[in-house]
């Protein structure tokens, strides 16, 4: 089964910044699309942010454009979410997920493979 690994969650304080970032676990990221979504208790999973096969598009939803930047380094095969001027609301637990196509998509349902997530929470 392949699999992702997030990391660098954590608790911060409102106006702070974090940077998560999305590894595969048995397989390259130089095929798939991949999107960062999030997980608040009682709420629907939403897509955040989500980057091509190749980095050259980006999107991002409403709530987070102008915070959040999303980058891949293919050679680390790696994908990063740069997280700042991080809200309360911001607070969830955060997804990536990754689908073996060029363009990528903020609709979950398009996405094939997931990691088990890491909890951010925006508190002071």
């Known amino acids: 089964q392949l699999q992702l690994v997030e990391s660098g969650g954590g608790l911060v304080q409102p106006g702070g910044s974090l940077r998560l970032s999305c590894a595969p676990s048995r397989f390259t990221l130089d095929y798939y699309a991949i999107g960062w979504f999030r997980q608040a208790p009682g709420k629907e999973r939403e897509g955040v942010s989500c980057i091509s096969r190749n980095g050259d598009t980006t999107d991002y939803a409403d709530s987070v454009k102008g915070r959040f930047t999303i980058t891949r380094d293919n050679a680390k095969d790696t994908v990063y979410l740069q997280m700042n001027s991080l809200k309360p609301e911001d607070t969830a637990v955060y997804y990536c997920?990754?689908?073996?196509?060029?363009?990528?998509?903020?609709?979950?349902?398009?996405?094939?493979?997931w990691g088990q997530g890491t909890q951010v929470t925006v508190s002071s």
């Open positions: 997920a990754a689908v073996q196509r060029r363009t990528a998509t903020l609709s979950r349902h398009e996405y094939d493979y």
